[in-house]
């Protein structure tokens, strides 16, 4: 029960997966920063809602929530609302580390009811609490088997951080009184200039794959792995060229839209491979129904990835690769085909995953997948199914095969 109240402050500040407001957050994140995720408000319009649900329902949240966690939900609620970002600034294999986190209350009453159910959701754990003073600013810690946080509220931001010296860099930002930002590193400003504007905020989530790299470069030297070899795993595997990703969703509920960038500065090795992939056509959207739930339609090669792995393989560890081609060889006359001969080739690289009202509604999904050589597939398909009925009825249960046409296609299934 202590790890769980000590992790719900915390938790309650990473609860808004979030986006880049007019004004952009990254200028009070140090431009080390690893992972950055920023909020412009979710929910911004349906204020109080957990007062409203203690309001109507009081027997119920008597019994269900003691006021311990209501402080928690109602500071979830406050940070998910309002403008805000969190950040990975440090982070080290030894685990050393550092996350910080800012809202952006609407006035003084938000302010000071945020610091009040975070310091009450504090005060019911084992943090050894203090008072304390951050370049000139009333800041409060806690301190709990070799964990320091920090928390406050400087010149309209509730601050909130984890790690030794968390909030150091974010205050000085504030205070304008910091050195580079996230907002002045060129791998992020080029990342946001790659997303289309929008009005709507949403969720933005960037991430510079270099500096993890970097970590995890120091973390493998660091217990005698020979750098030469580090990069060579590195570069087969194409985490090496990968320079940084951003996410940002937007639109609300009846318009959410996705953009996703990558920035790839090498080769598509290793698992960039799945990402090398042809544009999709319409023909590959039209697989989807018109009245679709939702849909996933997207083009991944599983033969050529099974290519790419082998090379890798042959690149990072030579001597693995006989073990691996004599399993999958081994595996072959139990399963009645070869998964890399028969198999993937016989798959096409056309994928979509999709439910409607004809699959069964919302809890019906139908995956379709495009297939080179569908009489190799279905023979595979069978053969699987073989497998699974001989598994159950070795715990004495039993599948029966059916089959039934729709719309002209023949459907195979068991029950």
Request: charged letters at 20%; proline letters at 5%.
């Amino acid at each position: 029960m202590t790890t769980l109240k000590r992790s719900i402050p915390f938790v309650a500040m990473l609860l808004a997966t979030a986006v880049a407001t007019a004004e952009d957050p990254a200028r009070l994140f140090p431009a080390e920063t690893k992972i950055f995720i920023a909020w412009d408000g979710v929910f911004k319009d349906w204020p109080g809602v957990v007062d409203r649900i203690v309001e109507k329902y009081p027997e119920f949240v008597a019994d269900a929530f003691d006021e311990d966690v209501l402080a928690a939900l109602r500071l979830a609620e406050d940070v998910i609302r309002h403008p805000g970002a969190v950040g990975l600034t440090r982070l080290d294999m030894e685990g050393d580390f550092a996350v910080a986190a800012f809202v952006q209350p609407k006035d003084a009453a938000d302010e000071k009811r945020m610091l009040a159910d975070l310091e009450h959701v504090l005060q019911s754990s084992d943090w050894e609490m203090q008072d304390c003073r951050l370049s000139g600013h009333a800041m409060r810690q806690g301190v709990q088997e070799g964990i320091t946080i920090n928390w406050g509220a400087v010149n309209g931001h509730v601050l909130f951080a984890v790690g030794a010296n968390g909030l150091d860099n974010v205050v000085a930002l504030i205070d304008g009184s910091g050195g580079a930002s996230l907002a002045d590193d060129n791998s992020y400003k080029d990342a946001i200039r790659r997303l289309p504007p929008t009005s709507d905020g949403g969720v933005v989530i960037y991430a510079n794959a270099q500096k993890m790299m970097d970590i995890i470069r120091g973390g493998m030297e660091s217990v005698g792995a020979d750098a030469e070899f580090v990069e060579a795993i590195l570069g087969a595997t194409g985490l090496s060229s990968v320079q940084y990703k951003i996410i940002r969703s937007s639109g609300g509920w009846n318009n959410w839209r996705f953009d996703v960038f990558a920035r790839i500065n090498g080769p598509y090795n290793g698992i960039l491979r799945a990402f090398d992939q042809k544009p999709l056509t319409k023909e590959d959207i039209s697989l989807i129904p018109e009245d679709a739930y939702m849909a996933y339609v997207g083009n991944f090669d599983l033969a050529a990835l099974w290519e790419e792995t082998l090379n890798v393989i042959s690149e990072v560890e030579p001597g693995m690769l006989p073990t691996v081609e004599g399993g999958i060889e081994a595996a072959t006359p139990f399963l009645g085909f070869s998964i890399p001969n028969d198999l993937f080739p016989a798959i096409g690289d056309t994928w979509a995953i999709y439910n409607a009202p004809e699959t069964g509604g919302p809890l019906g999904f139908v995956m379709v997948v495009d297939a080179r050589d569908p009489q190799k597939l279905l023979a595979a398909a069978q053969r699987i199914n073989e497998l699974i009925d001989l598994g159950v009825s070795n715990v004495g249960a039993r599948l029966i095969k059916k089959e039934m046409k729709h719309n002209g296609t023949t459907i195979h299934y068991m029950a």
